[in-house]
């Protein structure tokens, strides 16, 4: 029985697809797509033969059912998902299905579109002094969330924060994460579909970034990112420094020692 192959096919740019996402793409007989956020162009070395399903088009049991007379027939199939199925990629639940059936699958991981955000955005999320910690969210809608997740909660940390599927509740947003503990000049930016050609960023703070992005049009597609990494005042990495040793390099001890003179 052939392996059904679950792919991560990046945050949009089809050059961030992995070589080894490609590959399996490339040789499917059946490949089931997220068409409402893949890039139509992941699939552009497609076989002729290959059956393409849209699966914003599907219902779970109807992509399963795809997957099951796949595999019966011997065919190869793919599931194609945005970004990294792992991060907002609703895969496990396919992934449950097929327990039951008996069919075997795998995971090909790929580039999130918060890792895709973070170099359009050229900022690292985590910053020395700044924050060491990154927190991947989303506001509540028709998907709640768990009540100790609720925004305002996590906002009391002030780390580095990557909010999916929220811009569309934008003003509501900076106002909860306002109120949960982040001052109101604390940088943020909105960047919509990181890696597109058509990519946009709106940034300012969560004082006037929801006006910013209602003026822009804004409403879907888009990751908020919130926190001081965006910032240009950090410290510098230890991993570096001369001064300090790890198991690579012996630590350089300054020649002069600053407010020191003369001997020990």
């Not at 943020?188 to 990181?194: E, G, L, M, S, T």
């Not at 990494?229 to 020649?255: C, Q, W």
Request: a negative charge; proline letters at 5%; hydrophobic letters at 40%.
């Amino acid at each position: 029985m052939k392996t059904i192959h679950f792919i991560g096919a990046g945050p949009g740019d089809p050059e961030l697809l992995t070589v080894k996402g490609r590959r399996l793409i490339d040789e499917a007989d059946i490949i089931i797509y997220a068409g409402s956020l893949v890039n139509p162009q992941v699939l552009s070395g497609a076989r002729q033969e290959a059956q393409i399903y849209d699966s914003a088009k599907m219902t779970l049991q109807e992509v399963v059912e795809v997957m099951r007379a796949g595999v019966q027939a011997g065919k190869q199939v793919v599931r194609v998902h945005t970004g990294d199925p792992s991060v907002f990629g609703a895969h496990r639940e396919q992934m449950a299905e097929l327990d039951k059936l008996g069919i075997p699958y795998d995971v090909v991981p790929g580039v999130s579109s918060f890792l895709a955000a973070a170099a359009s955005l050229k900022r690292e999320y985590t910053l020395p002094g700044v924050s060491q910690t990154v927190i991947l969210t989303r506001m509540e809608g028709r998907t709640p969330v768990p009540e100790l997740e609720e925004i305002g909660s996590l906002a009391a940390h002030q780390a580095t924060m990557i909010l999916f599927l929220s811009v569309s509740q934008i003003g509501i947003l900076c106002q909860r994460l306002r109120q949960g503990g982040y001052p109101a000049d604390t940088p943020a930016a909105v960047v919509y579909k990181a890696s597109w050609e058509d990519e946009q960023i709106v940034a300012g703070t969560l004082e006037d970034l929801a006006e910013k992005v209602e003026k822009a049009g804004i409403r879907r597609t888009a990751l908020v990112t919130v926190g001081r990494f965006l910032g240009d005042r950090f410290e510098r990495s230890k991993l570096y420094d001369a001064a300090f040793t790890h198991g690579y390099r012996e630590g350089k001890v300054p020649d002069t020692v600053p407010g020191k003179t003369g001997g020990a």
